[in-house]
Nanobody
Framework: QVHLVESGGGLVQAGGSLRLSCAAS????????LAWFRQPPGKEREFVAG????????FYAESMRGRFTISSDNAENAVYLQMNSLQPEDTAVYYC???????????????WGQGTQVTVSS
């Protein structure tokens, strides 16, 4: 059983930065990919970025590339999402998720954290 706990959300002004953290535990074969998703108010949950646990290779949703950077620390069993130049449209609940497959598809992720709120004020 994989357990994921996010932290680092909060309120930030437009143009600011935040760094989200996800602490992961459980068998590594069940978390071949760790990823960040987000769910804006009234919208569907969407993929932001993922990282292969074995090689720390990142991949991104095209619209997120450039401002968001995903990284991992295998020794700490943690994944991070550095978010820069935040805009009000980035306001969402951000979730950490784990999959045993190499995927960006929401339905392929078996384990989810509780989410952390990010609010960007204009």
């Amino acid at each position: 059983q994989v357990h994921l706990v996010e932290s680092g959300g909060g309120l930030v002004q437009a143009g600011g930065s935040l760094r989200l953290s996800c602490a992961a535990s459980g068998p590594t074969f069940s978390r071949r990919v760790l990823a960040w998703f987000r769910q804006p108010p009234g919208k569907e949950r969407e993929f932001v970025a993922g990282i292969l646990w074995s090689s720390s290779s990142p991949f991104y949703a095209e619209s997120m590339r450039g401002r968001f950077t995903i990284s991992s620390d295998n020794a700490e069993n943690a994944v991070y999402l550095q978010m820069n130049s935040l805009q009000p449209e980035d306001t969402a609940v951000y979730y950490c998720a784990a999959s045993s497959a190499i995927t960006a598809r929401k339905t392929d992720f078996d384990y989810w954290g509780q989410g952390t709120q990010v609010t960007v004020s204009s």
